[in-house]
Each structure stands twice: as C-alpha cells, then as structure tokens.
C-alpha cells in the first residue's frame, strides 16, 4: 500500500481518489470547496482535505511528505501547474501530473518537468496509469499454495541492473524476463531495460514484499 494525494475533487478527481481507495490505497483528496466532496461514496475510507492545493499547509494535511504520486486535476490549469511545481520542488514528489485544458501549454509544462494530460475521454485512466506504481501480480500457484510465479515491474532507477544484482537485491529467484513481447528465461548477465516485466519464483502466495522492494530505489552498495 502507498499513499497518493489527489487536488481537485470533480468528476476526475473523486474518480481518481475512488479507485485507489477501492484498491487498499491511502489516499488524501483536496478541494478548497468542502461540497465538492460529496461525490464520493459513503464507504470513501481516504482524508479530505479543505483548501487550495498549491497550499504548503494543506498539503501537509493530505500527506504529501508521504506521498507517492500526486496528481493535479482541478478544473484551473494554473492551479493545477502551481499546485504540481509546488509538490515537486517543495516535497520532492518524483511522480506528479497535471491536467491541462489549454493543449498549447503542454511544451511550457513539459520542460518544467511535469507530465501533463489533456482533457480528453479518457483523462481519469491516463492520469490514473502515470500515478500508479508498478504492480507484482501473482500469475500462478501451485495447488498446494507452496510457491508461486509473480510478475513485476520495476521502477526506473532499477534499470541497468543485472538480473543477477536484482536477485541479490530482492531475495528471490528471476525465473523469466519478458521484453518487446517476447519471453526469455533469465540469464544472470542480463541488464534490466525499460519495460521489462520480471518473473520472481517465491514461496507462499503474495507479490507484495516484491512490490514494495521494486517500487524504491534499489539499495545498491557504492
């Protein structure tokens, strides 16, 4: 489980802070209008969080020395802009996004180092796949629920690493790499690349130690 802080609280942003909640997640939603929140269900477990979202107190309030991710989706793209430079340079929040109603501004934000999305369709999914970290889904069990296969994503500062240093750093066996749709048993030498999906063997059941391990910086020794 990690914690993510979502600023604005319309269709988007309820959306948003929702399913993390739905999926075990701690999650803070800020709006500086208090109604706003009644979008949420009734069983919304997560923090609400009166005030403006580029506010260094009101963030404090949701968490964000804490945070994940962040994602700014009000419906102001200078809010949101404000708000997303505010959690990256104050809270040295890696993971934050914007969204933008203005597409000419995306270069401006870009080269500020802050991923945007349009306001499109599918803006909640898009902003939603950026926020999240990469997952460890168990793939299959054995009957007896002795071991198991558990497919994993690292984050970016593990690429580079061999497979043989990511087994050290994990603690546990890669059996398959699958890279640009093909599947290879991993070798030791190997070096973990972008978009590389790893296959641990484990005993027991649950991704989840490997989840936490992969979603940090690889505790590699100088």
């Known amino acids: 489980m990690v914690h993510f802080v979502v600023m604005g609280a319309g ?26 929140f009644r979008r949420l269900p009734s069983n919304f477990s997560g923090r609400r969080v009166t005030g403006l979202g580029f506010d260094r107190d009101t963030l404090r309030q949701a968490g964000i020395e804490d945070a994940y991710a962040f994602a700014a989706v009000s419906n102001g793209d200078n809010s949101n802009i404000i708000s997303a430079r505010v959690v990256r340079e104050t809270f040295k929040v890696d993971r934050v996004v914007a969204r933008i109603y203005d597409p000419s501004r995306a270069d401006v934000y870009e080269k500020l180092g802050i991923p945007t999305v349009a306001t499109v369709r599918r803006t909640t999914e898009a ?21 198991s296969l558990v497919k994993a994503r690292p984050v970016e ?14 603690g546990r066996r890669v059996a398959f790499i699958s890279r640009q749709g093909h599947m290879d048993t991993a070798a030791p030498d190997m070096v973990l690349q972008e978009n590389d999906e790893l296959y641990f063997g484990i005993t027991g059941k649950s991704g989840m130690e490997i989840r936490e391990i992969l979603t940090r910086d690889p505790a590699v020794e100088e």
């Open 127 to 147: 902003v939603l796949s950026w926020m999240m970290p990469p997952d460890a889904d168990t793939v299959w069990t054995h009957a007896t629920g002795d071991v």
């Open 157 to 170: 500062s593990w690429y580079g690493l061999t497979i043989d240093m990511v087994e050290k750093l994990v």
């Open 11 to 36: 269709r988007v942003g309820t959306t948003l802070a929702t399913i993390l909640d739905q999926n075990g997640h701690s999650v803070a939603l800020i709006d500086q209008n208090p109604d706003a």
